[in-house]
C-alpha cells in the first residue's frame, strides 16, 4: 500500500526475471518462519512458511531458504510477474507456548514490464 | 482475506472520540490477533485471544481494549483516540497449534485528527 511502502528498501527487476528477497531475523531461538505479501490496500497474504529443522521448502514458483548461522532467510521468487509488485515481509515465532510472532519491515519489490 | 472481515474499512474521526473497530472470521479458528502498521515499521501485536475466555495483551496494548464476543468476532475498542493511533489496523486468525500462520482481513485505515 502506498503508506507501507514508504521508507522501505526497494528491490527493481525487469519482468520474467528471477527475484530474491532478503531478511535477518533477530532471535537464534526462533522455531517457525513465514514469508507475506502486501499488495496496496490489501492485507498481509500468505505466502509460504518454513520450520526451523528445514533449511529450504519450495512452493509454486517460490522458494524459501533459511540460514540458521547467520539468521538469514530469503524468498526466491521464479519468472517474476508484474502481478508479483507488492511488498514482502518475513515474520519469524520465538517460540514458546504462544503463535506470537515478529514481523520485519519488509521490502518493496517492483517488476517493470 | 476475504474468510477474515474487518469493519469499517476507513473511518476518520476526531481526538477523544471511542471507536470500534469489528472483525469477523468464518475460518473456524480459534486465535484471533489485532495489530497495527505503521509506516517503516513491521507489524505490532495490540492484543490477542487463543478463544472466547482468554484474552492478552500484546506488546503496544495501552489506550486500547478489545472485546471476544463469539469464537467468530473480536472487536478493538479505542476508548479516547488520540493522533498517534492514527495507523492501518489488522486482525488475523490462527489455527490451534504453535508454528501456523496467521491468515489477515484487508485492515481498517483509521485517521484521528
Known amino acids: 500500500g502506498e503508506s507501507v511502502g514508504l521508507h522501505l528498501p526497494t528491490l527493481s527487476v525487469q519482468e520474467g526475471d528471477n527475484s530474491i528477497i532478503n531478511c535477518a531475523y533477530s532471535?537464534?531461538?526462533?522455531?517457525?518462519f513465514i514469508w507475506y505479501k502486501q499488495e496496496s490496500g490489501k492485507g498481509p497474504q500468505f505466502i509460504i512458511d518454513?520450520?526451523?529443522?528445514?533449511d529450504k521448502r519450495q512452493g509454486q514458483r517460490v522458494t524459501v531458504l533459511l540460514n540458521k548461522t547467520v539468521k538469514h532467510l530469503s524468498l526466491q521468487i521464479a519468472a517474476t510477474q508484474p502481478g508479483d509488485s507488492a511488498v514482502y515481509f518475513c515474520?519469524?515465532?520465538?517460540?514458546?507456548?504462544?503463535?506470537?510472532?515478529?514481523f520485519g519491515t519488509g521490502t518493496l519489490l517492483a517488476v517493470q514490464p | 482475506d476475504a474468510d477474515v472481515t474487518q469493519t469499517p474499512r476507513n473511518r476518520i474521526t476526531k481526538t477523544g472520540k471511542r471507536i470500534m473497530l469489528e472483525c469477523s472470521q468464518t475460518?473456524?479458528?480459534?486465535?484471533m490477533y489485532w495489530y497495527r502498521q505503521d509506516p517503516g515499521l513491521g507489524l505490532r501485536l495490540i492484543y490477542y485471544s487463543f478463544d472466547v475466555k482468554d484474552i492478552n495483551k500484546g506488546e503496544i496494548s495501552d489506550g486500547y481494549s478489545v472485546s471476544r464476543q463469539a469464537q467468530a468476532k473480536f472487536s478493538l475498542s479505542l476508548e479516547s483516540a488520540i493522533p498517534n493511533q492514527t495507523a492501518l489496523y489488522f486482525c488475523?486468525?490462527?489455527?490451534?497449534?504453535?508454528?501456523?500462520?496467521?491468515?489477515f482481513g484487508d485492515g481498517t485505515r483509521l485517521s484521528i485528527l
Open positions: 475460518k473456524g479458528h480459534d486465535r
Open positions: 488475523a486468525t490462527s489455527g490451534p497449534r504453535e508454528g501456523q500462520p496467521q491468515h
Open positions: 532471535n537464534s531461538a526462533s522455531d517457525y
Open positions: 518454513i520450520r526451523s529443522n528445514m
Open positions: 515474520a519469524e515465532r520465538p517460540g514458546g507456548a504462544t503463535n506470537k510472532l515478529i
